[in-house]
C-alpha cells in the first residue's frame, strides 16, 4: 500500500535534513511527498528536489501558519492513509511502517497511530534497552470529558493532544478539518479533538523516534523558555478555558520540578521551570510569541 506524505517545512535544511528525507524515502512506500514550505530561504526545496523523485513531488509555498499548512496538505492526499512526517524527526530503520497499516486496517475507527520522540541522547539508550515498545500508551479522549482532578495528575495535553512529529492516519476522517487562522502550535489540540468529536480513536503506541531539535537548538534551559512562549501564545487561540489553562500551568510547574528533582536530575527540573515560566508569559502575551522564528 503506497502513501502520501506530507511534511511542513520552514527554513529546514539543517545538516541532519538530507538523512531525514533518505530515510522517509527508505522506511514507507511513498506514493507522493507533499511539501508545504513557508518560502524558506536556506536551500529546503532544493535540497528536498535532490532527495525526492520528482514525479512524486509536489510543493506548496504558502505563508500560512503551521495549523493551516498541515490542512493544506491534507487536502493535496490522494491515498486512503497517508504520514505526517516533520523535518526534524529521523525514522528508525526497523519501523515497520506495514504492521502499523494493518492496524488501520483492522480498526476502522482507529484514525490515526502516533509515535512518541525521543531525543538523539536518550533514543541511544532506548535502543539499547532489551526491552520491546509495542503497547499502546495513549488513547486520546475528548476535552469535554476530562476532569479536573485528571489535569492536576496527568496534564491537559497528555490526555486531549497527539502528536504529529511522525503519525499515520486515515485521509477521509481528517479531510475536512479547517483550524483557527494563525495557529502555529498546539494545532494537534485542535485535529484531536476533530477526530474525536466524529467518533474515531487517535492512538499512540509506546514504539518512540528519534527527535533531531536539540542538535539545531541546543539543550540550553533558553531553548525551552522560548517553546514555552511559543507554546503558550498559541493556547490562548484554541478553546481552553481559563481556569484549565492554569491547573496544567501551575500543576505542571509544580509536579514536573518535583519529579525531576526526586529523580535527581537538576537541569531537566530547570527546563521544566523555565518552559513552565514561558507558557505563563506566553499566554498573556498571545500575539509577541505566536510564530516561532527561525
Known amino acids: 500500500m503506497r502513501l502520501d506524505v506530507v511534511m511542513p517545512t520552514w527554513n529546514s535544511n539543517t545538516p541532519y535534513f538530507k538523512i531525514v528525507l ?6 514507507i512506500p511513498i506514493n507522493k511527498f507533499i511539501l508545504i514550505d513557508r518560502y524558506s530561504t536556506d536551500g529546503t526545496v532544493d535540497q528536498v528536489k535532490a532527495i525526492i ?26 491515498t486512503e492513509f497517508f504520514v505526517f512526517v516533520d523535518s526534524d524527526i529521523l525514522i528508525p530503520r526497523n519501523f515497520g511502517i506495514e504492521k502499523w497499516l494493518r492496524l488501520l486496517v483492522a480498526n476502522k475507527k482507529l484514525a490515526v497511530i502516533s509515535f512518541p520522540i525521543r531525543s538523539i541522547y536518550n533514543y541511544i539508550k532506548y535502543a539499547t534497552s532489551p526491552t520491546q515498545y ?31 512529529f511522525l503519525a499515520i492516519l486515515q485521509t477521509d476522517v481528517v479531510k475536512d478539518w479547517w483550524p483557527s487562522p494563525h495557529l502555529s502550535a498546539l494545532e494537534v489540540l485542535s485535529l484531536t479533538q476533530h477526530i474525536l468529536t466524529n467518533g474515531y480513536l487517535w492512538i499512540e503506541v509506546a514504539t518512540p523516534v528519534i527527535h533531531l531539535k536539540e542538535l539545531k537548538y541546543g539543550t540550553g534551559v533558553y ?11 498559541n493556547a490562548r487561540i484554541l478553546n481552553i478555558s481559563k481556569k ?12 514536573g520540578t ?19 515560566m514561558g507558557y505563563l508569559i506566553g499566554y498573556l502575551s498571545p500575539r509577541k510569541y505566536r510564530v516561532w522564528i527561525r
Open 223 to 233: 531553548r525551552y523558555l522560548k517553546q514555552g512562549l511559543w507554546t503558550g501564545s
Open 244 to 255: 484549565h489553562f492554569f491547573l496544567e500551568t501551575f500543576s505542571r510547574l509544580l509536579l
Open 134 to 164: 509495542t503497547r499502546v500508551s495513549r488513547v486520546l479522549r475528548r476535552y469535554e470529558e476530562i476532569a479536573d482532578w485528571e489535569i492536576v495528575k496527568y496534564g491537559l495535553f497528555r490526555l486531549t493532544a497527539g502528536d504529529l
Open 258 to 276: 518535583a519529579k525531576k528533582i526526586l529523580a535527581k536530575d537538576p537541569i531537566g527540573a530547570l527546563r521544566n521551570v523555565f518552559f513552565r
Open 53 to 78: 523523485p520528482s514525479d512524486k513531488l509536489i510543493i506548496i509555498e504558502t505563508n500560512a501558519d503551521l495549523a493551516r499548512a498541515r490542512a493544506i496538505g491534507i487536502r493535496h492526499v490522494n
Open 22 to 27: 533518505k530515510r522517509i524515502v527508505e522506511s
